[in-house]
């Protein structure tokens, strides 16, 4: 019988949500595993994808509609020190109701977490500036030097990637595990014919838009790409090694590319995606830098040109990237909040 402490992981993941909370703490339960302790998955929204999500990536979780209730009566098993609940909704239902002897950690994107917690971790570039907007935080991990890769990004040496930049371009598309907005399909129908490119298009666990972006492929191929569509592969970090470059949206898979070396085009599909691709845009990390519902389509086909076709400018984004992003991200988040 175990008598490992006990840590409670408190996300959901859907077709509407996406997978990039779910995807974040698992990086942290990896990390919680290899300090001695007992991680416990208490995940929902939609439960197919997420069973299926998560036995892909080797755990067991608990997938159902947890309650407030529910979670709080797992919280006062006496083994249990600690809970990372990571999404605004979530904390601002549990976070007020939790005893306060609970170390209660709250990964965050939005700079928007008044309530009293342990620690508070928020691992964009331009995170350091929100300081002020987690006043009840007693630790707040603020910036890259907290970004939590997952174990199959981490087994690749930083800088894996080596991007060549010559003839056909290996290009891979991701627009986040299950992109509500239908990013991919649009701009995949978008890339321009001046150069000829390989491309990789990811379609996540929760991707809905099938046939639509049937569509956008064969518009793509008619430009004289090659056109090759993955349905949740099981090992993206070895497409982002293989590529040239990536076109993807502004959430957590930035860190990973910038990790790995593969310099990227971004666009945010989401609301809580726009501040920190500005930031990491200003910074030269990120080529592009639009939100993709206030562009029209001119717009978005010569930022795709612009940057496929400027071999410097990827090469300087790359050598950008790279210097913000280790290895060491989730282990410190564990060292630092969680396991003490």
Known sequence: MTTKPRVLFRADASSELGFGHVARVCALVEETEAHGLEPVLLFGGDPASVRSWAQDHGLHADVRDWSVTQVLQEAAHPRTPALVVHGPPLAAALVPKLPTQLRTIAP?????????????????????????????????LLGRRYLMLRRDIRRYMRGSCRPTGHGRLRVVMTFGGSDPPNATSRVLALVPDARPLELIVIAGPGFR??????????????HGHDVDIRHAPDDPGGLFVSADAAICSAGGTLGELAYLGCPALAFAIVADQVAPLRAQHADGLVAGGHPLDAIDDDVVQETLRAFLTDDELRASVRRCALATADSEGAKRVV??????
């Open 108 to 140: 965050d994107d939005d700079g928007r977490l008044p309530y009293e917690m342990t620690a508070v971790v928020n691992h964009n570039v331009h995170a350091p500036a929100l300081a002020a907007t987690y006043p009840r935080a007693h630790q707040r």
């Open 209 to 222: 838009h099938h046939e639509a972006l049937q569509q956008a492929a064969e518009v793509a191929r008619n």
């Open 335 to 340: 060292e630092e909040a969680i396991a003490p």
